[in-house]
């Protein structure tokens, strides 16, 4: 028996114990003797059995030897937390859920052996067509060795002009490697159709990060007659002048061809030439644009 003050266990005299453990000295358990100067406040908790020796404060020669005798069944019962039903059932709902839908993916899961690159292209020669307008015929004749070569030499495919629907006509063979070379001898082609020089469409198959876009003056703007023909102008400029700024600038070709409007370049540098482009149109004059454009490049320059 441990006797506790409730503040904590308070150590004592032997003569104070046996004084005080009177009643409990026949009752089979074990008690550690220990008292406190006000006898009236005790409390008692049962140990297993032991053997326990105290030496106490006031006499530090004096031993207490304390002795267990309970029964193991009435004072060291376990608690033992019983899960419930539904929780464990749960649980073993979800196991078989989980172990059901592994064997279902392990056995739908498809074997597939390595693609080699004929059967990537899809078994047969892929092919694309570029329109030339009338106006184009006389400049494609002219310049078709450059454009055929880089084509067939670079790009592995295979070209050539449709003389009956006024194509020319793309399409892979068994030397070609990289599918994504067809794109690039389209939009080659298309350029150069738009109105870009040989030299300035090239680098569409050179390099990754170039595009093409178009749009209509009237789409930022919709006007007609004299309005729409003093929108074109501040576009062009004197000679040409307000183009080439801008295209010097941005680092874009520009093709003005009636009122459609067609830019090559990267993609924040077309966006840089629209916008200047759309200001003009909406009838900004030609300095602010400079200013504006060029503000905007060294910021980029300066991110870059």
């Known amino acids: ?12 005299t032997q003569a104070r114990v046996e004084q005080t453990l009177g009643p409990f000295q026949n009752t089979g358990t074990t008690s550690c003797i220990t008292s406190c100067t006000s006898p009236n406040i005790w409390a008692s908790f049962t140990a297993p059995k032991t053997n326990l020796v105290m030496d106490t404060a006031n006499n530090p020669t004096t031993e207490v030897v304390a002795t267990t005798t309970m029964d193991s069944e009435d004072t060291t019962e376990a608690f033992v937390k019983v899960k419930s039903k539904k929780t464990s059932k749960r649980k073993r709902e979800m196991d078989g859920v989980d172990m059901e839908a592994e064997d279902s993916v392990a056995s739908k899961r498809p074997q597939f052996p390595p693609i080699s690159g004929d ?3 899809g078994g047969s020669d892929e092919m694309r067509k570029v329109a030339v307008p009338a106006h184009r015929y006389t400049p494609l004749k002219e310049n078709w060795l450059k454009i055929f070569t880089p084509i067939v030499e670079n790009l ?19 030397d070609t490697q ?6 690039r001898a389209a939009d080659f082609v298309r350029a150069f159709v738009l109105g870009f020089q040989v030299e300035d469409a090239l680098a569409l198959i050179r390099l990754d990060e170039l595009f093409l876009e178009s749009f209509d003056v009237t789409d930022v703007k919709p006007l007609k007659g004299d ?3 003093r929108a074109i102008g501040r576009i062009a400029g004197k000679g040409g002048k307000t183009k080439f700024t801008i295209e010097n600038v941005t680092k874009t070709r520009i093709v003005l061809a009636d009122s459609k409007v067609h830019i090559l370049g990267s993609f924040q540098n077309i966006k840089m030439a629209r916008t200047a482009i759309c200001n003009l149109i909406l009838g900004s004059p030609p300095s602010k644009v400079y200013g504006n454009i060029r503000v905007v490049a060294s910021r980029t320059a300066e991110r870059f």
């Open 1 to 12: 028996m441990l006797f506790f003050y409730p503040y904590g266990i308070i150590h004592c």
């Open 178 to 183: 990289d599918i994504g070379s067809l794109t």
């Open 119 to 121: 059967k990537l292209k």
């Open 156 to 174: 592995q495919l295979q070209v050539r002009f449709n003389l009956k629907t006024r194509n020319v006509e793309i399409k892979t063979c068994k």
């Open 227 to 229: 309005h729409l023909s």
